[in-house]
């Protein structure tokens, strides 16, 4: 830690022999003075410059502040999330400040490859609102648009905010969550409920036809989960291969028997806390322990620079950064296809292999659009996203033939990804030994739900199970209501985590020679995201719940009604102010009320003590604009 502005002259030394420089501003934490881009950039050819800002360098956003709520808000996030006829809510926590910076990670590594190969830098721009809204929205206006079948059809599809049922249910002794992405995994869970009678009701097997009957849906269901313990609840359904998981929290993850079994929890470097180990293990090593962070200014009078320069510019290099990487997709659904679908975006060949008779799984969301589309697996708004750029092919694996053409591959491939259950891979005799064998130099990188070892191991998991498992969830939602998913965010996460790890894992493989073996799990991605509620618990014993759209940083901030809205299309004003100084700005826009003038509400612990009386005041004064 060094204290000094980008113009100090210790500052400047740092700049010029860094490889890399991150800068990040937009937000209420974030303060001047901020650094010049473009001079380090002119001063410095071979730097990577990554910028992390709200709304990105340009557009007429560009320099307005922002806070995670409002980012969600203008994502489209918290308008297509809430139960039908009441106030739609945000996502517990910071997914959006995180996921900005998993997803500028994963752009600044290969720009770096470059750099240090070519002494070519790069200046990257990224933007938390459009990270936002790829984590957030599940493509809804991609979805809009495909609904759009001709030229005749409504330029806008209506999507009102909603939840997922089956999902998050009342036990009892608790909460268990729920998941039936796939078709079968709904008609195994009516077994599961003792109900297989309502399996020939084909409005109930449709994710709209259950919104429609929401609280007869939530009355069948619930007059059986009820009855049973969440463990009772979670054994049977496993035993049915539903994805299934109990809603986990600050509390009760620390003691979870599997995390416990992998040791994903290690203790911080000051000894204060608990915390989540990094996401992925290379070569069945677990990560080393974590070092302390730095004190303000620890390194201020004593930080010595190296005398080595950068390298010079040897040559122009116009292609993608990993052009010449070759990929084999063995990935599904959501989260591997967009791990490789980085790869492919920064120039890999990624070959995405299927099954005619088990084709990708996510194919299915495309049936949304069967009205328009004859072959309406082809257009599904996640598939089409996650799998541009990528090359694909079908092979069956159930055949020698399949196995073998598979085999052809691998040993021309420098990189092999996969996200099936554990035992799949091996049903194939393709695990890591087999892979070595077929190819000394590959990486291999698996991608299960609950990790390779442990006793949920074996486990489905999707991104709901992670959201209820990792305590997202469990602050998500209106205090006086139950715990909602946050519904997407583990899936690109999970990916962006994975494509991390593949990235570091290529530069193990340039100093080593030999293949790795990675495995990147989704849960503990989910949990690295969700970190904040068990340090929290850990150490203070606070235990973190959910406050609706309200947040500890920032007060006021929720959503206000505004004129024009009516009931299921009502027209929201997202507002967070974020410090004192926002809060004067608001005063004087509401004409300086003697209500606001209260000297009790200049501090953000006055205004959040007085919150309701706020919210009322600032109600009276949206309704009318």
């Not at 937000?27 to 950039?41: F, I, M, Q, T, W």
């Not at 299309?569 to 004409?591: F, H, I, K, P, T």
Request: hydrophobic share 40%.
């Amino acid at each position: 830690s060094v204290v000094g502005g980008p113009t100090d002259p210790r500052v400047e030394a740092l700049l010029a022999e860094a490889d890399l420089v991150i800068e990040a501003h937009g937000l209420e934490s974030d303060a001047p003075p901020r650094a010049d881009a473009g001079r380090l950039r002119a001063d410095h050819p071979s730097l990577v410059v990554l910028s992390i800002t709200p709304y990105g360098l340009r557009g007429p956003w560009a320099g307005r502040q922002a806070t995670e709520f409002t980012l969600q808000a203008e994502s489209g996030s918290i308008g297509m999330r809430g139960v039908m006829g009441k106030e739609p809510f945000q996502a517990g926590g910071r997914i959006a400040e995180w996921a900005a910076g998993v997803y500028g990670a994963v752009a600044a590594l290969p720009a770096l490859f470059r750099a240090r190969a070519t002494g070519q830098g790069e200046h990257i721009d990224l933007s938390m609102l459009e990270t936002a809204n790829m984590v957030y929205t599940q493509f809804s206006e991609s979805m809009n648009r495909l609904l759009n079948g001709s030229a005749d059809d409504p330029q806008v599809a209506f999507l009102a905010p909603s939840v997922e049922t089956p999902s998050i249910e009342p036990t009892a002794d608790g909460y268990v969550g729920f998941c039936t992405n796939a078709r079968q995994q709904f008609l195994d869970f009516l077994v599961l409920i003792e109900r297989p009678d309502l399996q020939q009701d084909e409005a109930l097997a449709q994710v709209p036809g259950r919104m429609m009957r929401f609280d007869e849906w939530n009355a069948i269901v619930r007059s059986w989960t009820a009855t049973k313990t969440t463990a009772e609840i979670i054994e049977r359904a496993s035993m049915l291969r539903i994805p299934v998981a109990p809603i986990g929290n600050g509390e009760t993850l620390p003691t979870h028997d599997h995390l416990v079994a992998r040791r994903v929890f290690v203790t911080s470097a000051n000894g204060r806390f608990a915390q989540p180990r990094r996401p992925y293990r290379i070569d069945d090593v677990d990560p080393p322990p974590p070092r302390p962070a730095p004190r303000l200014g620890e390194h201020t009078s004593t930080a010595a620079f190296a005398s080595a320069p950068r390298t010079p510019v040897t040559r122009s290099n116009d292609s993608l950064p990993l052009t010449g990487l070759r990929v084999l997709d063995l990935t599904a659904w959501w989260a591997g296809p967009a791990a490789t679908h980085l790869l492919a975006t920064f120039g890999a060949e990624v070959i995405h292999v299927e099954s005619v008779g088990r084709p990708d799984g996510v194919r299915m969301v495309g049936g949304l659009m069967s009205a328009s589309y004859e072959q309406w697996w082809e257009a599904a708004p996640h598939f089409l996203h996650a799998n541009s750029n990528k090359l694909g092919i079908t092979l069956d694996l159930d055949v020698a033939m399949g196995r073998e053409l598979l085999e052809r591959l691998i040993r021309r491939c420098d990189v092999v990804v996969e996200n099936f259950t554990p035992r799949v891979l091996a049903n194939f005799g393709l695990g890591w030994e087999r892979v070595q064998e077929l190819n000394p130099t590959a990486i291999l990188v698996r991608m299960p739900a609950f990790g390779l070892s442990g006793p949920w191991r074996d486990r489905t998991g999707f991104a709901q199970t992670m959201e209820q498992l990792s305590g997202m969830a469990w602050t998500t939602g209106h205090p006086d209501d139950q715990p909602r998913i946050p519904r997407g965010p583990c899936d690109p996460l999970a990916g962006m985590h994975a494509a991390f790890a593949i990235l570091v894992t290529l530069a193990e493989r340039a100093a080593s020679g030999r293949g790795h073996h990675v495995e990147s799990t989704m849960v503990e991605s989910a949990l690295n995201v969700a970190a904040e509620q068990v340090v929290e618990w850990t150490a203070y014993g606070e235990l973190i719940r959910r406050e609706g759209n309200r947040s500890p940083l920032a007060a006021p901030q929720g959503l206000y009604p505004c004129a024009g809205g009516q009931p299921g299309m009502e027209s929201w004003l997202a507002l967070s102010v974020a410090n004192d100084a926002q809060w004067r700005a608001l005063r004087s826009a509401l004409g300086n009320p003697a209500w606001a003038m209260d000297a009790a509400l200049d501090t953000r612990a006055g205004r959040r003590a007085a919150h309701d009386a706020i919210d009322t005041r600032l109600r009276e004064w949206t309704r009318t604009r």
